[in-house]
């Protein structure tokens, strides 16, 4: 069994995802880079990865999320950058987790009209929205015991 | 600041709903982070080594498959820490083998026998689903209160 000594040993990782009419993944990663001050930043397809020290990235991400308040989305990541054990250079395909991404990437846009709304709302508004339960109104497929009824009361 | 664990353990909005309303979300990455960051013998590519299947022993029944105690030993620490929790429910894309849908099972047992504050949440499907979403999780994470506080 080889011996095993990590990269990037008392670091963390946070991924920036961006899904901002007015603001690419390019703009952003250039605009990080320009606040940065050394700590490592990766440009990817939907935004950036960080990757640097608790003490620099905390402040450098509540910067980058300055940016766009309701467009971006901060998650942190097990792995450092480019990490053989997951980056898709040395895998092929997509990088596993790419799949929760993208499903949670399809509704992002729904979080960001609600981050919009809910920064304007008062405590009332507020309780009144996070009251409701708009998916409990959503509809539902037909339960087969009921079409198992609505077969059996058919007239032969 | 509460720590307050994320279900599913992998999600994008949670964390940074967690972390934007200024809580400390607990979700996979903090355990695989603190694996991946740990020397010693390699066992790619989660750094899981025979000795996790022991360690899930305090979640999970001896009789349950190794598979699950495994992932038992990565989640059982984070939700023992955890102070509060968020899951939403049937999420489409944490399925996986039964060794995962299982440990999601467990994983949820534990959360709502803990007694701590719980939010139940669905994902939402359209503006004003994400409006009750955002305000649901607001509500309860301004309403935590943080060790020390009145």
């Known amino acids: ?156 | 600041m509460v720590k307050v664990f994320i279900y599913p353990a992998t999600s994008l909005i949670l964390s940074d709903m967690v972390a934007r309303f200024g809580h400390e979300p607990l979700g996979s990455a903090i355990g695989i982070r603190e694996r991946i960051q740990t020397p010693g013998i390699e066992s790619p590519p989660l750094q899981i080594t025979p000795e996790e299947p022991k360690k899930g022993l305090k979640w999970a029944a001896v009789e349950v498959p190794s598979g699950v105690r495994g992932r038992m030993a990565v989640y059982g620490p984070l939700i023992e820490e955890a102070e509060a929790a968020i899951i939403i429910r049937d999420p489409d894309y944490a399925f996986g083998c039964m060794g995962c849908a299982r440990t999601n099972e467990l994983i949820q047992f534990h959360l709502r026998h803990k007694e701590i504050p719980l939010l139940d949440l669905a994902y939402p499907t359209s503006d004003e689903e994400g409006v009750g979403f955002v305000a649901a999780i607001k509500e309860f994470l301004t309403g935590l209160k943080t060790e020390g506080s009145a």
Request: hydrophobic share 35%; aromatic share 8%; net charge negative.
């Open chain 1, 1 to 156: 069994m080889a011996e095993y000594i990590p990269n990037y040993q008392g670091t963390v990782t946070k991924y920036v995802f961006v899904e901002s009419p007015l603001l690419t993944p390019k703009d952003l990663a250039v605009k990080a880079y320009e606040i940065s001050a050394g700590v490592m930043i990766k440009e990817t397809c939907f935004g950036l990865q960080v990757t640097g020290t608790p003490e620099e990235v905390e402040p450098l991400i509540e910067a980058i999320r300055e940016f766009d308040p309701t467009h971006i989305f901060i998650k942190d990541r097990g792995f450092p950058p480019g990490d053989e054990r997951r980056c898709r250079a040395n895998l092929g395909g997509a990088r596993p987790g790419y799949l929760g991404h993208e499903f949670e990437m399809q509704r992002v846009r729904y979080i960001s009209h609600g981050l919009g709304r809910v920064a304007g709302m008062d405590d009332t508004e507020m309780h009144a929205a996070a009251a409701r339960r708009p998916e409990e109104e959503r509809a539902r497929p037909l339960d087969p015991r009921r079409l198992k009824k609505l077969i059996e009361a058919e007239e032969p």
